[in-house]
């Protein structure tokens, strides 16, 4: 499978990417650096992905930064609304692409 040539720009730092990619939604990361959480910089490769505006975040981080906690029992209260579980990516969901390169 080679892949379509051309331009594939990661989502994260805008260049374009050759070699490996990890793909999330309809976005391509660069494997190596740029498949990490936008707050603490976890690399995302092996865990639960968190999708939002764009941006990557592990599941702590997001759930720390977007999902509401109770006010009673302090548990994060995930069933908000369907969008929260439509951001959630199972490690299995996610594609890995490696991109042709010119060598
Ligand atoms: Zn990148
Ligand atoms: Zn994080």
Redesign the pocket.
Known sequence: MGGEEGSSV?G????E?TGQAMKAKDTL??AE??FVCLTCSTDLRNVAVYCKDGQLYCEKDYKTNFVPKCAKCMEYILEVSGLIINYSYSVSSLSIYRLSTDV
Do not use: P
């Open positions: 990661c994260k730092c805008k260049e990417i990361y660069h650096g740029c």
